[in-house]
């Protein structure tokens, strides 16, 4: 993937977390807009990771839209760091040790 892919997605991230957010806003419904908002993330989140990794990512995006007060974790942040920083940084790791 080129860097300009890379950063797009990062900044569809960070607006996809912000719309998980948005339920703080509006306080009277916030649970019902994380009733829907918990299925449709963790949709989303599974087209943008391919794979186990996704599947495990928008299973987690599904536990925290769903459950109260978990809303402020980043987790399309979360998981593109995983995915562009962490990820990489290890497998750098594991071609240097061989």
Same mark, same amino acid.
């Given at each position: #993937?080129?860097?300009?892919?890379?950063?797009? *997605?990062? /900044?569809?991230?960070? +607006? +996809? !977390?912000?719309?998980? @957010? +948005?339920?703080?806003? $509006?306080?009277? +419904?916030?649970?019902?807009? !994380?009733? /829907?908002?918990?299925? /449709? %993330?963790?949709? $989303? #989140?599974?087209?943008?990771? *391919?794979?186990?990794?996704?599947?495990?990512?928008?299973? &987690? %995006?599904?536990?925290?839209?769903? #459950?109260?007060?978990? !809303?402020? &974790?980043?987790?399309?942040?979360? #998981?593109?760091?995983?995915? @562009?920083?962490? %990820?990489?940084? %290890? *497998?750098?790791? *594991? $071609? $240097?040790? /061989?």
């Amino acid at each position: #993937m080129n860097k300009e892919n890379k950063y797009l *997605k990062l /900044v569809f991230s960070l +607006l +996809l !977390d912000a719309i998980g @957010y +948005l339920s703080f806003v $509006i306080p009277v +419904l916030a649970e019902f807009t !994380d009733i /829907v908002w918990a299925p /449709v %993330s963790a949709l $989303i #989140m599974a087209k943008m990771y *391919k794979g186990g990794k996704g599947k495990i990512a928008a299973a &987690i %995006s599904f536990i925290e839209e769903a #459950m109260p007060g978990l !809303d402020v &974790i980043p987790t399309f942040t979360l #998981m593109w760091l995983y995915t @562009y920083v962490f %990820s990489t940084s %290890s *497998k750098k790791e *594991k $071609i $240097i040790e /061989v």
